[in-house]
């Protein structure tokens, strides 16, 4: 069975940076993409990100572009995701997972049926 666990979230000020952590198990972690997600209350997840198995190429939503950048450590079995000039419609709880590439960028990911706890990211002066 798959587990995943976020951590790395916290509250920072607009501009500020952040480096979520996405540590896997149960999987083969080199031979799957990896996604990272984000919610808000009372609204749908949405994708924020994906690299492929290779390491590239790797995809980023139109509001992220230019200041996140995903990576992954086949080595330690872990996602990355690097937020920076981070602003407060950033404010959501962030999820990973992993998977075939075609599955995370489906629906946003709704075929999945294992989630991490999440972490949360909260942008504010």
């Known amino acids: 069975q798959v587990q995943l666990v976020e951590s790395g979230g916290g509250l920072v000020q607009p501009g500020g940076s952040l480096r979520l952590s996405c540590s896997v198990s149960g999987a083969i972690f080199r031979a799957n993409a990896l996604g990272w997600y984000r919610q808000t209350p009372g609204k749908q997840r949405e994708l924020v990100a994906t690299?492929?198995?290779?390491?590239?190429?790797?995809y980023y939503s139109d509001s992220v572009k230019d200041r996140f950048t995903i990576s992954r450590d086949d080595a330690e079995n872990t996602a990355y995701l690097q937020m920076n000039d981070l602003e407060s419609g950033d404010t959501a709880i962030y999820y990973c997972?992993?998977?075939?590439?075609?599955?995370?960028?489906?629906?946003?990911?709704?075929?999945?049926?294992?989630w991490g706890q999440g972490t949360q990211v909260t942008v504010s002066s």
């Open positions: 690299v492929t198995a290779a390491g590239s190429p790797k």
């Open positions: 997972n992993i998977g075939p590439l075609i599955e995370l960028r489906t629906r946003n990911g709704q075929g999945f049926a294992t």
